[in-house]
């Protein structure tokens, strides 16, 4: 029976991605059947819950989803649905790999790396209160439970996907208590691991080495803002927003997305590359053990960058459909 996924078209470029994804894989022979819930501002605008719970629930009965990007109103209005959703699924990881695609420009070559992102607490604790006026507080809350998890998750995904080296990423320096704890988990967790190296890093210099030599670091796990700056730094290492994919990891649920948000300065005008959410398509198929349609798109995906065919992001000139029927001719070739 074919596997059951729920598709969230989400805003802006959003929809158009998906379709591009949604054809790429269907041609590529994948077995799976789409089940397309809606969320995000179209919703908010009928005065609905823009994260409803019917859509929580098919992912729960699904465990799979493939998520378009959602806006997330700055500064005033609903708080993000991104975050919304990998609390209210305990989404606990982001897994974010860096890795060089064949085709693409980029500062560097044959970059791979993966960053592990604490998805749950940290600064997205979502807890502010203003104490007097123009005074505010925002809480940063660490648990030793979720960076003992967070922890385990970078070690056992380093250790199946035989990788040799964990970096811990902090501030430890100056939180001593917050990533204190955060630094003291890894290094208990690590103890657990002693095939795998382990070390740690502060996050300023991990920004800096990072930009001197990509090639320095390996697997990287930190708390969730780090983590949040530190995977579009390491994207914009391997060709930027629009090439780099994240899956938010769970014990029950997986929620594969791309890197970037929903580009309204481009929404509607068939200039999205889907490269990203191609890429997240691809993880969703490892996920589910459909590795060689999995490989099958990533070939055809290469190629078609290989042979010059690109977005206007990456210095091309096709449209969304162009590429998309350009991968798919790969496919078939
Ligand atoms: P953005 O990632 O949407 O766009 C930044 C720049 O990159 C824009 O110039 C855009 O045109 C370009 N870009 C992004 N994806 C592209 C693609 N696939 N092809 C070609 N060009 C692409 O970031 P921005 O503008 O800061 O955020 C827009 C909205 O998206 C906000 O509401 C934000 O909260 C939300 N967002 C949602 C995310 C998610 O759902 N996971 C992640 C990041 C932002």
């Not at 029976?1 to 591009?20: E, F, H, N, T, Y």
């Not at 290492?237 to 970037?260: I, K, R």
Request: negative net charge; hydrophobic residues 45%.
């Amino acid at each position: 029976m074919s596997q059951r996924v729920v598709l969230i078209p989400g805003d802006g470029i959003g929809p158009s991605i998906c379709d591009a994804v949604v054809r790429i894989v269907e041609a590529a022979g994948a077995d799976l059947q789409w089940e397309t819930h809606h969320a995000g501002a179209r919703l908010a605008e009928t005065g609905a819950d823009p994260l409803p719970p019917t859509l929580l629930d098919a992912i729960r009965s699904c465990r799979v989803a493939l998520k378009g990007p959602l806006t997330t109103p700055v500064g005033k209005g609903y708080s993000s649905l991104n975050v919304r959703l990998r609390k209210q699924l305990d989404l606990y990881a982001n897994l974010r790999p860096a890795r060089s695609l064949p085709g693409v420009p980029s500062r560097y070559q044959e970059v791979d790396l993966i960053v592990v992102r604490e998805n749950t607490e940290g600064l997205y604790s979502g807890i502010e209160h203003e104490v007097v006026p123009g005074v505010v507080e925002s809480l940063k809350i660490m648990t030793r439970h979720a960076c003992l998890r967070i922890a385990r998750f970078a070690f056992e995904h380093a250790r199946r996907h035989a990788r040799r080296r964990v970096t811990a990423v902090h501030k430890a320096n100056i939180m001593k208590l917050a990533d204190g704890l955060f630094l003291d988990c890894f290094r208990e967790v690590a103890g657990e691991y002693p095939a795998i190296s382990a070390d740690d890093c502060i996050v300023d210099a991990a920004a800096m080495k990072l930009v001197l030599d990509p090639h320095g670091f390996d697997v990287v796990v930190m708390e969730n803002l780090y983590g949040d700056i530190l995977s579009d730094l390491c994207a914009g290492l391997v060709g930027g927003l629009g090439v780099t994919a994240g899956a938010n990891l769970g014990p029950e649920c997986a929620v594969f997305e791309a890197v970037h948000g929903s580009a309204p300065d481009i929404a509607g005008r068939n200039l999205a590359n889907p490269t990203a959410l191609l890429q997240a398509g691809v993880m969703l198929l490892d996920h589910l053990g459909q590795g060689a349609v999995a490989a099958r798109v990533h070939q055809a995906l290469a190629r078609t960058l290989v042979e010059g065919v690109r977005t206007r992001d990456l210095g091309g000139s096709a449209s969304t459909t162009e590429f998309t029927e350009a991968v798919v001719a790969r496919l078939e070739a």
